[in-house]
């Protein structure tokens, strides 16, 4: 189980990060890399006080499959993306097993179900405009912008690419809202099944009382 939740948490990781040519570049690696290794030569930049994405509030819950699990992702978040709140969980016996996240003040707090430990460390996140995407990052990312397609009601561009991880996604507003990907050789999908745009619950952001959070690099 936690390795499905850990391919849908990369999946995310790899694809929301996948290349943005508004920030500084990082150095390019000349041999062939691994997704993890692609994964450093991304360009990143501070989610604090900036607008990552075009929505200011919204609620969305996806569902994934991976490894054989079905898995939900149910994800908010307000100020543009500066305060999110995330739960990746599988449902065994009626009961919830997976892990919750909090970004709050440019720090991401995460903890495990039935935890009362967790970690605390500096939030960064790049959202790429595949609009506006740059030559250089289409022909080093390998991707090609199929055209549009609606996804539970949205608008989407998909979008189709080689690195870091050979996928297809439909995104909205800087949002993929559903992802085809080849994970180490897992088939995952990802689609969001319900988006509810408007004011988010602040309760959301406030950090649990039960949990200690360690600080991490």
């Given at each position: 189980m936690k390795t499905a939740i850990s391919i849908i948490i990369c999946l995310f990781v790899l694809i929301l990060s996948s290349c943005n040519s508004n920030n500084k570049e990082s150095s390019e690696n000349k041999n062939e890399a691994s997704p993890a290794k692609e994964l450093n030569t991304i360009p990143e930049s501070t989610a604090s006080n900036r607008q990552l994405f075009a929505v200011e509030s919204a609620y969305f819950k996806f569902t994934s499959n991976?490894?054989?699990?079905?898995?939900?992702?149910?994800?908010?978040?307000?100020?543009?993306?500066?305060?999110?709140?995330?739960?990746?969980?599988?449902?065994?016996?009626?009961?919830?097993?997976?892990?919750?996240?909090?970004?709050?003040?440019?720090?991401?707090?995460?903890?495990?179900?039935?935890?009362?430990?967790?970690?605390?460390?500096?939030?960064?996140?790049?959202?790429?405009?595949?609009?506006?995407?740059?030559?250089?990052?289409?022909?080093?990312?390998?991707?090609?912008?199929?055209?549009?397609?609606?996804?539970?009601?949205?608008?989407?561009?998909?979008?189709?690419?080689?690195?870091?991880?050979?996928?297809?996604?439909?995104?909205?507003?800087?949002i993929v809202l559903k992802s085809e990907s080849d994970i180490a050789g897992n088939k995952v999908l990802m689609e969001a099944v319900e988006i509810n745009e408007g004011i988010v619950d602040k309760a959301f952001f406030i950090l649990p009382e039960n949990i200690t959070f360690r600080e991490t690099n």
């Open positions: 991976a490894a054989g699990q079905q898995l939900t992702r149910e994800w908010c978040f307000d100020q543009y993306g500066n305060r999110q709140y995330e739960e990746n969980y599988m449902m065994i016996i009626g009961q919830k097993t997976g892990d919750k996240k909090i970004v709050v003040d440019g720090f991401q707090y995460l903890w495990n179900y039935d935890e009362t430990e967790g970690t605390k460390s500096k939030f960064y996140q790049t959202v790429t405009d595949y609009e506006k995407v740059s030559e250089k990052d289409i022909k080093r990312y390998g991707i090609d912008k199929i055209g549009y397609e609606d996804i539970i009601g949205r608008k989407c561009l998909k979008v189709t690419m080689e690195k870091p991880v050979k996928s297809t996604i439909w995104v909205w507003n800087g």
